[in-house]
């Protein structure tokens, strides 16, 4: 068996050379091409064109009519290709577009994603991976509806997946209509449409199966296209091909132009200090928040489902622990590189561009100064004081800029700016197509198989999986192509709401024997109504929020805020200026005390109400302590597992041997 | 991809290991340890070192501004590395008790 192994690897590991040596020969033919004289239209056609024929072709290649196949690749995913699938689910238009962008505009500030969204998967493989590998279903609800007496748990996974993965599948699906509208210049609503296309094909044929050979060459890609601009820009400002280095050159030299700035009397961010507000002075609520928005980015990790499903898929438990550190070598590739992205960019900006005349900025400037979908520019200059010259409060740049432009800026040929359009495309497809696959899975299987006809033959829960697919993903860009741009913080809430309906629940189901149904289906769903409702309140209600929570002070302040924002009607402001202009009838809020308080800011032009000062894209720090309190709490007082139960989480918890399974009902057909 | 062999699909329900009670015991204890060693190690590098990013901040090294470095390339080496050694340790742990997989 193991020598059969041997040569599936092996075979896997020729593929993959093969594939690797193919995309550089196309790398170099355009640019080739390029340098005779294609257009550069032609060459970003060219680059989305092949990289997404090639993904369908993998995915027709992997077509499956086999349940297994379909939902876990037939458990022969090796640790080393599931850790490069994993990666590439994982890291998304957010990570790859979003993420250098938001460290240029936060410094310091910008590392909580960075941390978050690498720290999680300690959790994964400490608590969970390797149990839900033994426990050896199809998906993460199959494990609760096992482990807390069926279709009840069952169900309430269902509705915490499926709300957490829309929310951050309509976020995939602009990423992938951003991308193909700027490089195959169609309109956003038909790009959506374009980018669904992509994602489908991949997936719908093979599910898990095509998924996964789909991802691990979608990794390539997006790995080879973030270091090849890292690289030529490090060489560019420094000389030396190392950007992981070499940025603390850049780091230093930006401090000293900041502190000149300063000296002339200019307001400048601090790029490298921790928790400081504009003025460098330490702020305790930034710091509050920097690490509440890495624990619940490190738990929200921990708990989606469309991560933990990949462990499912390796050969052993073995794997499956080995499979998570090789995940997390292939996501930290990108992550290290990052900062350095943002500290380049930003040293040739303050260096290049800040100071200098506006007649004279370089031509990458005025490239970018297009409309973006946010409804302003990418870029804007803005000579406020007449003086013909551009100061940094003068200047305003898009953070998802950052990474798209880095060719431009280091002045290199178009075939780069084609190379890191295809990484951005593979990054939001496959993480998409892991979405959508989590999606359909918890439909076709956990709904309709499991609740609703057990007795389904094979071939129709194959085919009302595919459908469900197909639904889902066109409810999804409809949702991404109606909600427009602003959607960035909805990948945060996604993981808060993860967090707070699944973790509590899956790592006691593990590592607390004693814990019940009845507590377990309680922490879920108290979990996920009080962060759900936070992150909803909150946002969308944030003057009423303030209103309960805040005392006078802070309700006053909220309703100027409001009555400040431009894009808010003159009619919707009206009975708030009413009450403004009788502010000493404003009293403090009904549930405002000393322990709990609110206040506010505005972000998205809304109101956004801050309990205890937390930004909601933390919210996941209410819910996932109170999950885990009322899990322990009530399994004190309700009647113990039975010895049946027990023996099942004994035997999840050891590698060797089968699973005693409690419900035959619930084994795996 | 079609033309895959198909090396070792397990049988997901084959019978349980004859482990006796006490072994299996022993093993869990000794895994819990490491799962709390590792949960140590996760709350130091991932949090409790950035509280002192503000101080950390004020030494230079290559031009890294330490506190900085920590939360940029810092934790992220250290929370691969300490996957890598869990992942090999637990597996020590698993042939010990005999209870890895065959």
Known sequence: MAAQKDAFLSQLNKIYAGYVGGFALFVAILAILEQMGVPDRIIGYLFVALTIGVYAYIGILSRTMQVSEYYVAGRRVPAIYNGMATGSDWMSAASFIGMAGSLYLLGYGGLAFILGWTGGYVLVAILLAPYLRKFGQYTVPDFLGARFGGNAARFVGVVVLITASFVYVVAQIVGVGIITQRFLDVSFAVAVFVGLAGILVCSMMGGMRAVTWTQVAQYIVLIIAYLIPAILMSVKLTGVPIPQLMYGVALERIEELEQAMRAAGQVVPYHVGAFVDARGNFSLPSAINFFALIFCLMVGTASLPHILMRYFTTPSVREARQSVAWSLFFIFLLYFTAPAYAAFAKLEIYQNVIGKPIAELPAWLKNWQLMSPYGVTWIGVNDANRDGILQLSEFRIHPDVIVLATPEIAGLPYVIAGLVAAGGLAAALSTADGLLLALANALSHDIYYRMIDPHAPTKRRLYVARTLLIMVAIAAAWTAGNMGADILFLVAWAFSIAAAGLFAALVMGVWYKRTTNTAAILGMAVGYVVTFGYLLHTEFFGLHFIQLFGDKAAITAAFRQYVGIAAISAEAKAPIQALLANADAIKDGPLHGWLLWADSVVLRNRVTARLWGINNIAGGIFGVPISFLIIYVVSQFTAQPSAAMQEFVESIRIPKGGVRLVDKEQAVD | ?102
């Open chain 2, 1 to 102: 991809m079609a033309e895959m062999v198909d090396p070792s699909v397990r049988t997901p329900n084959a019978p349980p290991p004859d482990i006796d009670a006490a072994t299996a015991a022993a093993y869990w204890k000794k895994t819990s340890g490491l799962m709390w060693t590792m949960l140590a190690i996760w709350v130091v590098a991932g949090f409790v070192i950035h509280l002192f990013a503000p101080s950390l901040n004020k030494i230079h090294i290559f031009g890294f501004p330490v506190g900085f470095y920590l939360a940029a390339q810092g934790s992220l080496i250290v929370f691969v590395a300490q996957l890598f050694w869990f992942a090999k340790r637990q597996n020590q742990i698993d042939e010990e008790f005999g209870v890895a997989e065959e």
